[in-house]
């Protein structure tokens, strides 16, 4: 009866398999137990078959504890948030006593429970058990032959066994292969490149200072708009503000790179990363006037690659980096949202464009010209929405109005900085104080001295703390003569900028005293 059983069970294993759309998740050594899942409406169906003599309830219910146990242990290899285990018995006779209660559904008392039933399959109930089962689990008619000589049924078990092993074998090394498709190599190089230019900027100046990062290549709105500069996009994904920021951001370059570049290989791993650290500067661009600077979109763009990767390989991503990526985007995301300073532009923009990115790509060995094309298109109209609203949208923003002022006086071309900062004192906002501070430097340059005055004078009166206004202020009286005016502005000046060289300068030329 032995060959009987184990031919009933390997049966209806390659049934659900071939005709059921199941998978074979584990077989036991010794080819008595064997699991199978099929992924449906968001749960986990699991047959687990086992060829087992079990006499009595109270042993039946013992085994039906152990594997809900291993059920729990095994829940991160199921692809479903739901997990319903139909445990199919295999053998001769049934229990001698009472086991039907154990028919009845049952779970264990936590969230998101694992549901079980149980179902008996021996030559006396065969029949009613085996209708059970199909009807549970939506299976087709699964037929047992009933004119077999042994050494047919011993040579289908033997085939069926091998060809589940071979199966399982296959989902196990394309596992293995899903993360050798490249060396990280490409990854130590993005991660050099942008420690080198990190020094340079320290070396050259400052790596916080807003004249230093614009000169290397910061993303600069105005620069951009006004003298097309859309480099900028580019070059600011290799400079960063800061150690902090250069560390975390090598920190997430190091572990995503390495993961990316060793499942969608080296070609592949770089587009993606300029395709999103562009989707994601562009984002910047359209909604943040800031200055800026940093990996960032391209390193959204990278758990962008994550995600597609699981949206192809379910299980290898859930049972692998899945649970913990959700988790650090979902935590990244709210903190951009809560710290004002986090351009969160440039974190979405990346993560959705290196999603679109991966799925332009695909995965090695993986054409699907059908979503490839659209997913062209789609990231094209992305790039052309975001550069149309963000010249729009800059254009009609105080702050833009403000940093174009500052690019046209740096740049000499005065008459244009005070029309931009007369424009953008028309609703100035809280930026009011700077505007006018930037349109009396024109004035200034110009020769327009009441002007200049006039404007310093309204800036201090709104922002007093204004050290930069004081100052001009100081060598507008003192070269018009005005000695006590030009002690007064000078001396506020030195109180709240006394380590500024200039501003020392000035006040002992003006004041005859000497600064400690």
Known sequence: MYLVEQYRMYKTANSLVENDDFGVLFIKENHKEIWLEKYKN???????LVHSEIHWKNHLKQDIAAVFQKAKTMKRYFLGKHVEIHNVYISSHAPVDDW???????????????????YYLSDEDLEEEQSRLQQAIGSSNINYPNELSEQEMEEKVNYTIAKMESIFENKTKEMENVFSKGKPLLTYFLLAINIIMFFILEISGD?????????????YNPAIIENDEWWRIISSMFLHIGFVHLFMNMLAVYYLGVAVERIYGNVRFIIIYFLAGIGGGLASFAFTTNISAGASGALFGLFGALLFFGLIHKRVFFQTMGPSLLIIIGINLIFGFVVPQVDNGAHLG??????????ILHLPGKRKFGLQFPAFIVYAGIIFGLITFGIENNMNSTSYQLMKSELLNGQEEYEEAVETATEGLKDPGDFESHLLFQRSYAYIRLGKIDQAVNDLRKTIQINNEFAEAHFNLAILYYNNGELNKAKERIKKAYELKPEGKDVQQLYEEITGDTVD
């Open 42 to 48: 968001k749960t986990s169906h699991v047959v687990r």
């Open 100 to 118: 039907e209660v154990l028919k009845k559904p049952m779970q264990l008392k936590e969230r998101n429970p694992i549901k079980m039933k149980v």
């Open 207 to 219: 790596s916080k200072s807003t004249g230093t990062l614009i000169q290397f290549g910061a993303k």
């Open 350 to 359: 990346g993560l959705v464009t290196g999603f679109i990115a991966s799925a």
